[in-house]
C-alpha cells in the first residue's frame, strides 16, 4: 500500500494563500502520476490539479491561481493556493497512481490520502 499523508489546510481569508503538502510513501513516487482532488458540502468530487512527468493539467476554475508541483526528493507533491476564494472551501484530497490516465478519466486513483479541510472566509 501507498500512503498518502496531506498538510498545510486551514483557515484563510478570501485573496490570500496556502500550500498544501502531500508526503507519499512509494518508493517509485517520481514515476507516478499525482493529483489533487477537492471536495465541498453538497457537491461532487472534482480533480483540481494533476502532474505526470513535466506535465500539468488543472480545473477551469482554478488555473491562474493554484500550481501543483513536486519533489521527487522528498516523495512529496505541493498544491500552492493562491488568490483564495470561498468557493474553494472543501477538503482536499491527495491522489496517486501509475497510470495518469485512472485520475485524468477515471478519477479512481489507486491511492488517495485522508484530506485536509481548506476554508476561505469572505
Known amino acids: 500500500q501507498v500512503q498518502l499523508v496531506e498538510s498545510g489546510g486551514g483557515l484563510v481569508q478570501a485573496g490570500g494563500s496556502l500550500r498544501l503538502s502531500c508526503a507519499a510513501s512509494?518508493?517509485?513516487?517520481?514515476?507516478?502520476?499525482m493529483g489533487w482532488f477537492r471536495q465541498a458540502p453538497g457537491k461532487e468530487r472534482e480533480l483540481v490539479a494533476v502532474?505526470?512527468?513535466?506535465?500539468?493539467n488543472y480545473a477551469d476554475s482554478v488555473k491562474g491561481r493554484f500550481t501543483i508541483s513536486r519533489d521527487n526528493a522528498k516523495n512529496t507533491v505541493y498544491l500552492q493556493m493562491n488568490s483564495l476564494k470561498p468557493e474553494d472551501t472543501a477538503v482536499y484530497y491527495c491522489?496517486?497512481?501509475?497510470?495518469?490516465?485512472?485520475?485524468?478519466?477515471?478519477?479512481?486513483?489507486?491511492?488517495w490520502g485522508q484530506g485536509t479541510q481548506v476554508t476561505v472566509s469572505s
Open positions: 512509494e518508493r517509485t513516487f517520481s514515476s507516478y502520476a
Open positions: 502532474i505526470s512527468g513535466g506535465s500539468t
Open positions: 491522489a496517486s497512481d501509475p497510470r495518469l490516465y485512472s485520475i485524468l478519466v477515471h478519477h479512481t486513483p489507486n491511492y
